[in-house]
């Protein structure tokens, strides 16, 4: 646990996968990233861990990104090498003495099923129920709009089982930019990933973290601008995004939470004489 001011911080370990190293570093030349962070195997496939982050603020408990959840099937999980260890995120919550009834807030920083597939689940008769029944979601709407509306590239990861029954029932609340949920927890639209992609700022007792996510996958990515997945949809937004999250983690020495790097979880960005940035790595257990 992270202790932010009066904020507490709790990383939650989805699962892992591996991926095509071409989706996750796209131009990069190979020789480059296999330095900077890791070698693929043989079927040239990179690990990727999928962390959610819990954070408990004046009495809330607020989820930031809810997984891949339990409907994907058995192909599609071998697709992904998909591993889960000490039961996923609501294990992670079961361990901190949480159910998913506890969980006051889920903040979807967009609809790519990795990060919200946990949103629903398929109850005993086969309709879609909410994980978090007493959640409030929310998401930015030009993420619910650009899920809505998929095209050829975007609708295998825009699912809408998992946003439109919470629409439906009232239960998610779309976002018009930038949010602060309770005081010193706020919602930024980080566009680049997705149009609609937001990430989370946290402050509180003059402590600065940020939930990155998708603004920079791998920690690496958050180091170099010109670094970023083939996934991106708009990858030069990416960019001027980045550099201008850069400047605020130095300035304010943030705690940064990336998403998916197996390596560097959490860390905060440094600046050397010669300019070159470097995040250093804060160790953190999952919970
Ligand atoms: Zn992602």
Redesign the pocket.
């Known amino acids: 646990m992270i202790q932010l001011g009066d904020f507490k911080l709790h990383l939650l370990n989805d699962c892992t996968v591996r991926v095509d190293a071409g989706g996750a570093f796209g131009l990069v030349p190979r020789v480059l990233y296999a330095a900077a962070f890791l070698p693929p195997d043989e079927d040239n496939l990179l690990p990727m861990t999928h962390h959610n982050l819990l954070v408990q603020a004046h009495g809330k408990n607020i989820l930031l990104d809810s997984g891949y959840g339990s409907k994907m099937t058995e192909k599609q999980r071998g697709y992904f090498h998909y591993e889960q260890y000490n039961g996923g995120t609501l294990g992670g919550l079961a361990r901190l003495g949480l159910s998913p009834e506890d969980i006051d807030l889920v903040i979807d920083t967009h609809l790519?099923n990795?990060?919200c597939g946990g949103n629903t689940a398929y109850a005993e008769d086969g309709s879609l129920v909410p994980v978090f029944p007493n959640a409030e979601y929310v998401v930015q709407r030009r993420e619910y709009e650009d899920a809505s509306h998929p095209n050829e590239r975007t609708r295998a990861t825009y699912i809408a089982a998992n946003f439109r029954p919470l629409m439906e029932s009232g239960q998610m609340r779309l976002l018009d930019g930038d949010t602060e949920f309770v005081p010193g927890v706020c919602g930024v639209v980080t566009p680049g990933h997705t149009p609609g992609h937001m990430s989370v700022r946290l402050e509180s007792g003059g402590q600065h973290a940020a939930f990155v996510?998708?603004l920079a996958?791998y920690c690496v990515h958050f180091e170099r601008l010109g670094w970023m997945t083939a996934y991106d949809l708009e990858p030069m937004i990416t960019l001027e995004t980045k550099r201008q999250w850069q400047a605020w983690g130095l300035e304010t020495n943030a705690l940064l939470i990336f998403?998916?790097d197996p390596l560097r979880p959490m860390g905060r960005l440094t600046e050397d004489a010669e300019g070159k940035r470097t995040v250093v790595k804060v160790d953190e257990a999952y919970a």
Request: with cysteine; glycine share 0%; charged share 25%.
């Open positions: 790519h990795d990060h996510c998708d996958t998403p998916h």
